[in-house]
């Protein structure tokens, strides 16, 4: 019988190749967003390869290591890239890096991802601070047996998105005179962008983006007790709300152009953290 690596098996290797460090954050990049981690002080980064369990993105813009290290004045372990269900992954392959990160000892999950956004006032290079989120992806990455170890098998997500930390958030983020919107986040399952007919669906069930991640992320958090504070970087409009082509490289633009934003607020976040 195949062994089959477990949240434990991943956090001991953390604890190996860092001993005696507790990460107290931690932090997940999207699509083009992975320069943040090397902001890190004290670094120490570990591919994915070596944590038993972690799936291998295989999306351009994740480059796939967990980075551990100071930044902001508070310890973060940081996942710099993630794998998406549309790539094939099951819900295993969702829990268990966000699982890992819990037993090594984060208290917190902040998630950045890429989205398009569904207002036209919330163009491209903004950022859009998580306030809630709509499940499109149809499925559910808590789906199958319930591990008690992490939590119920029933989980309520009425303050899935975290309402202290994002007020945190928001008050960091005009501190440092950053353009920050707010809204909800609809994951989509993807690799397909939305047609116009689906992205005028989602304006009316009440999206204000739309992306292929970061909900399942949240869930498992929120499942395993941690609370949960993202931002999305606007890189594009919705298909038929504006003239341009979307495509993953016009994601990667952008999201390269508002990283320096994204960055300064998540240090500025974490700064702040403590008062």
């Known amino acids: 019988m195949e062994w089959a690596a477990t949240p434990h098996d991943a956090a001991a290797v953390i604890a190996e190749r860092a001993p005696g460090f507790t990460p107290r954050v931690g932090i997940v990049l999207g699509s083009g967003l992975g320069g943040l981690a090397d902001r890190i002080g004290d670094a120490v980064a570990i591919s994915y390869a070596d944590l038993p369990g972690f799936p291998r993105p295989g999306v351009h813009g994740h480059a796939g290591r967990l980075v551990l290290g100071t930044l902001g004045g508070q310890n973060v372990a940081c996942m710099q890239g993630r794998v998406h269900l549309y790539e094939g992954a099951g819900p295993a392959a969702i829990r268990l890096p966000i699982r890992a990160l819990k037993l090594a000892g984060c208290e917190t999950l902040f998630l950045t991802c890429a989205a398009g956004s569904l207002r036209?006032?919330?163009?491209?290079?903004?950022?859009?601070?998580?306030?809630?989120?709509?499940?499109?992806?149809?499925?559910n990455p808590l789906v199958g047996p319930n591990d008690d170890e992490f939590g119920p098998r029933f989980p309520g997500l009425k303050d899935a998105w975290d309402p202290a930390l994002t007020g945190h958030l928001a008050a960091t983020a005009e501190g440092l005179g950053i353009d920050l919107a707010q809204g909800v986040y609809a994951a989509w399952l993807g690799p397909c962008f939305e047609t116009p007919a689906e992205v005028r669906m989602l304006k009316a069930l009440g999206a204000d983006a739309v992306g292929m991640s970061t909900v399942p992320d949240c869930i498992v958090a929120r499942h395993c007790g941690l609370t949960?504070?993202?931002?999305?970087?606007?890189?594009?409009?919705?298909?038929?709300?504006?003239?341009?082509?979307?495509?993953?490289?016009?994601?990667?633009?952008?999201a390269a152009s508002a990283a320096a934003d994204l960055e300064r607020l998540v240090v500025g976040f974490l700064e702040g953290l403590d008062r």
């Open 120 to 139: 036209t006032e919330v163009g491209p290079g903004r950022l859009m601070a998580i306030t809630d989120h709509i499940n499109m992806q149809g499925t």
């Open 228 to 254: 949960v504070v993202g931002c999305a970087v606007i890189t594009n409009l919705g298909v038929g709300l504006g003239d341009g082509e979307v495509s993953h490289d016009q994601t990667l633009r952008s």
